[in-house]
């Protein structure tokens, strides 16, 4: 079996290190199943990078461009408006949703701003 170099990441050594961190945890599996579910997608682990960066209210576009910037590692004026199209209708109709539903992020539809939830 081979496996694939990730740059210098570790997979098994995070794994571990992550089910140390979770050893004598009171989460019910199936929360904890949620969250992996959750942070399983690229595109909601940079979403929820980029509201954790700004850490205040973001307009939905605004935070798909910066979504976009990070998928693409090029910059806003290089990203195409298709691109960040469909990085916006990817957020609004599956992710954020699915992050709302979580508890991790407010959205206001009418204003079309997307606010972390402060839960540290």
């Not at 992996?36 to 990078?49: N, P, Q, V």
């Not at 205040?56 to 935070?63: M, N, Q, R, V």
């Not at 609004?92 to 992020?105: F, I, K, N, S, T």
Request: charged share 30%; hydrophobic share 40%; aromatic share 8%.
């Amino acid at each position: 079996m081979t496996s694939t170099s990730h740059s210098e990441f570790d997979c098994a050594e995070f794994v571990l290190a992550v089910l140390e961190w979770l050893d004598g945890r009171d989460e019910p599996p199936e929360a904890i199943d949620d969250a992996f579910e959750l942070l399983a997608s690229t595109r909601r682990r940079l979403f929820l990078e980029v509201m954790n960066r700004y850490d205040e209210e973001l307009t939905l576009p605004d935070a798909a461009e910066e979504v976009a910037v990070r998928e693409t590692g090029r910059t806003v004026t290089e990203l195409s408006a298709e691109r960040v199209a469909n990085v916006y209708i990817s957020l609004y109709h599956d992710h954020l949703p699915r992050l709302v539903e979580a508890g991790l992020v407010e959205y206001d539809q009418e204003r079309d701003l997307v606010t972390p939830v402060v839960t540290r």
